[in-house]
């Protein structure tokens, strides 16, 4: 009996060690955070992982954010869409916010959208995610609407070509054919002076003028 007391008594320091030395690097890893050293930070918080085995949810998005603070983004956006899974629906809700951030800065806005709007559903009182959502939703609809007036104004602009203006651009094409490219040009050139349609082949009498150029030089 004793000398079973005695060896659970001569394991308790060195439980009471592991436990202290574990605290430590938990606060150590917040301090660093905190004070935005963010690459001693991650390197703190993948100990934590690693080393004393603390795979906490909460553990993972400091790491997380700690990766996207120091410019790991690839990291920091593996471990917020492993995160959107998580139990915590605070913490789901604020990795898939996270990943929104990320894709938005991407460019990738459609999506940066989706990963807002999953960011609600996992957590409606996510007020940062609804400002975020709200915000992105009204300047893609406020874009496409411009990008639809310029594509109208541009349709508008480019008249369809009439038969004349077909019968030039196939004249410069055979033109073309047999390498003539300054005669193609002149005739593109003169048949713009008279029929304002021909401008529907602006881009071919573009590269002519480049080619003509070229051989110039």
């Not at 060195?14 to 001693?40: F, G, H, L, M, P």
């Not at 100990?47 to 690839?74: K, M, R, T, V």
Request: proline share 1%.
């Amino acid at each position: 009996m004793n000398k079973i007391l005695l060896a659970t008594l001569l394991l308790i320091p060195s439980s009471w060690t592991q436990i202290s030395e574990k605290n430590k690097a938990i606060d150590s890893a917040e301090e660093r955070y905190v004070k935005a050293d963010y690459e001693e930070s991650v390197r703190e918080h993948l100990a934590l992982l690693n080393e004393y085995g603390i795979n906490s949810e909460e553990a993972n998005f400091d790491l997380a954010l700690s990766y996207q603070f120091n410019e790991q983004e690839e990291d920091a956006q593996q471990k917020y869409v492993e995160l959107v899974g998580a139990i915590k629906s605070n913490i789901a809700s604020s990795a898939s916010n996270q990943n929104g951030v990320i894709l938005g800065r991407g460019e990738k806005y459609k999506e940066a959208l989706e990963a807002f709007k999953t960011a609600l559903i996992k957590d409606p009182t996510n007020d940062i995610a609804r400002y975020n959502y709200e915000l992105l939703a009204r300047w893609l609809e406020q874009n496409e609407d411009q990008q639809q007036d310029q594509k109208d104004n541009q349709d508008q602009d480019k008249q369809e070509p009439s038969n004349y203006a077909k019968r030039m651009k196939a004249e410069a094409d055979k033109l073309v054919e047999q390498f003539k490219f300054k005669e193609a040009l002149d005739v593109m050139n003169k048949a713009l002076e008279i029929d304002e349609t021909v401008s529907h082949y602006q881009e071919f009498i573009k590269n002519l003028g480049d080619v003509n150029e070229i051989n110039e030089n």
